[in-house]
């Protein structure tokens, strides 16, 4: 079946640092891939989306790129800020399906 | 704007209690969905469901029951609550595949139960 795997955290950075927060999946086909993000006290919304091999998924000065080859979907930004600070969580939906799979989420949290 | 609303953001119950938690969607979607969200865990289905009147079993269905009388309301069921039912609960909507492929999923602020 399909799968998601993240890196596990927290993750602690330094405002201003470089973020990668790496995430590898198992899947038929061609899938969905998404990263949510869920800041303190509220629900999951959608960071950014990639539809098919190479696109690149980008919003608020994330970005992540599709790899086929190594079905990965890593996500980074170039420099973080304590706004930042929140649960990643990377999904997948099947080609053909209409429910998504989560990783498991990586804490950020980033110091001024 | 899109949204999702759950009724409640934290409710207190004690076990073998009935719980009901409502969601409502204003988007004209199909398919809607209960998670469950644990620290460690990330978020495991609980139920979803692609139509009104139907429904299916996602990851984690035991102690649950839902219910989908119309397209806009999604409810979950805890017919007898249990201590190893607290958790947060996440309700969320999505169109259809074949009216959009990339499947994203529109979320609900989350429902906070403990159960004592």
């Known amino acids: 079946g399909n799968s998601v795997t993240q890196m596990e955290g927290p993750v602690t950075l330094s405002e201003e640092a470089f973020l990668t927060i790496n995430c590898t999946y198992t899947?038929?086909?061609?899938?969905?891939l998404f990263w949510y993000v869920q800041y303190p006290g509220e629900g999951l919304q959608l960071l950014l989306k990639?539809?098919?091999?190479?696109d690149k998924g980008s919003n608020k000065g994330f970005e992540a790129t599709y790899r086929k080859e190594t079905t990965s979907f890593h996500l980074e930004k170039g420099s973080v800020q304590v706004s930042d600070s929140a649960v990643y969580f990377c999904?997948?939906?099947?080609?053909?399906?209409?429910?998504?799979?989560f990783g498991a989420g990586t804490i950020l949290r980033v110091k001024s | 704007d899109v949204k999702v609303t759950q009724s409640s953001r934290y409710l207190v119950k004690r076990t073998g209690e009935k719980v009901f938690l409502e969601c409502v969607q204003d988007?004209?979607?199909?398919?809607m969905f209960w998670y469950r969200q644990d620290p460690g865990l990330g978020l495991r289905l609980i139920y979803f469901?692609?139509?009104?009147?139907?429904?299916e079993k996602g990851d984690i269905p035991e102690g649950y029951s839902v219910s989908r009388e119309k397209k806009e309301r999604f409810s979950l069921i805890l017919e007898s609550a249990s201590t190893n039912q607290t958790s947060m609960y996440l309700c969320?909507?999505?169109?259809?595949?074949?009216?959009?492929?990339?499947?994203?999923?529109?979320f609900g602020e989350g429902s906070r139960l403990t159960v004592l």
């Open positions: 969320a909507s999505s169109l259809t595949a074949y009216r959009d492929r990339t499947g994203e999923l529109f």
């Open positions: 899947a038929t086909g061609y899938p969905s």
């Open positions: 990639a539809t098919k091999a190479d």
């Open positions: 999904a997948l939906r099947g080609e053909y399906g209409n429910k998504l799979v």
């Open positions: 988007m004209d979607h199909e398919n």
């Open positions: 469901s692609y139509d009104v009147k139907m429904k």
